[in-house]
Antibody
Framework: EVQLVESGGVVVQPGGSLRLSCAAS????????MHWVRQAPGKGLEWVSL????????YYADSVKGRFTISRDNSKNSLYLQMNSLRTEDTALYYC????????????WGQGTLVTVSS | QSALTQPASVSGSPGQSITISCTGT?????????VSWYQQHPGKAPKLMIY???NRPSGVSNRFSGSKSGNTASLTISGLQAEDEADYYC??????????FGGGTKLTVL
């Protein structure tokens, strides 16, 4: 059974930093592209970032470019999101999600971890 | 990248059919057959319902179907059931090499 478990969400002040993690199990992790997708409270979904199966390619939404860094460790079946220069508008539930290689949809989703940016 | 346009809400009675539209541009919905649809129940993670415009993942009921015409994609749910009540989001890959979602549609089963 595919499992994605996010962690690391906390309350942080504007301008602060945070690192989210996503632990994957139940599938061959390095067969999949991985994404972060976020959802502000009561709002819709917003794609944040992608990393290819080998970590060689990364892409970011304009809203986070230059502030967030996505990475993965295939030996630990783990995905990460380093978040710097956080803003109040980054407050959201952050989901990790999978895409099969060469596919353009999100197969499986974790339950999310909540990041709150507030003074 | 602007969000795709979905109706805020739709409703239907059990057994009826409903359709949710998702309008984008030639840079996303109209330019690629990479439209997908997600169902989200309150407090739960999104679940993939349709991918590549009209394909259903294994395990998704055949009451769910998708289509596309020009810059507008559609999700149709036939034989509405109480358990279909949820939020639905469309998504498309874009020419900017990113993804855009619709604002979401709340489906109410009367």
């Amino acid at each position: 059974e595919v499992q994605l478990v996010e962690s690391g969400g906390v309350v942080v002040q504007p301008g602060g930093s945070l690192r989210l993690s996503c632990a994957a199990s139940g599938f061959t992790f390095d067969d999949y592209t991985m994404h972060w997708v976020r959802q502000a409270p009561g709002k819709g979904l917003e794609w944040v970032s992608l990393i290819s199966w080998d970590g060689g390619s990364t892409y970011y939404a304009d809203s986070v470019k230059g502030r967030f860094t996505i990475s993965r460790d295939n030996s630990k079946n783990s995905l990460y999101l380093q978040m710097n220069s956080l803003r109040t508008e980054d407050t959201a539930l952050y989901y990790c999600a999978t895409s099969s290689r060469g596919r353009y949809y999100f197969d499986y989703w974790g339950q999310g971890t909540l990041v709150t940016v507030s003074s | 990248q602007s969000a795709l346009t979905q109706p805020a809400s739709v409703s239907g009675s059990p057994g009826q059919s409903i359709t949710i539209s998702c309008t984008g541009t030639s840079s996303d919905v109209g330019g690629y057959n990479y439209v997908s649809w997600y169902q989200q129940h309150p407090g739960k993670a999104p679940k993939l319902m349709i991918y590549d415009v009209s394909n259903r993942p294994s395990g998704v009921s055949n009451r769910f179907s998708g289509s596309k015409s020009g810059n507008t994609a559609s999700l149709t749910i036939s034989g509405l059931q109480a358990e279909d009540e949820a939020d639905y989001y469309c998504s498309s890959y874009t020419s900017s090499r990113d993804w855009v979602f619709g604002g979401g549609t709340k489906l109410t089963v009367l």
